[in-house]
């Protein structure tokens, strides 16, 4: 799932409840506004999806660790724990 694709359900998710709340305000008949409304509701499932997918996708990643001199912070620590005692 690349981010323009989760952007893409976003904006159509977003879409649809648009043109749900439109043709609310111009007296759309209850059939049609139903009809809209099950597709706005399989927009968000395919978005929630979409999301899932990016996030579990980001999770299984490497965390990305900056090299350190382990020595010295070993060091440092073991002065503190002498100063403590």
Not at 10 to 35: C, F, I, N, T
């Amino acid at each position: 799932m690349t981010p323009a694709e989760l952007e893409y359900a976003e904006k159509r998710m977003r879409q649809k409840w648009y043109d749900l709340v439109m043709a609310e305000q111009q007296g759309a008949s209850l059939p049609v506004l139903e009809r809209m409304y099950n597709a706005y509701i399989l927009a968000v499932e395919e978005y929630n999806r979409c999301s899932e997918q990016q996030q579990s996708k980001h999770q299984d990643a490497p965390i990305p660790v900056s090299p350190q001199n382990t020595s010295a912070s070993h060091a440092s620590s073991s002065k503190r724990r002498k100063r403590a005692s």
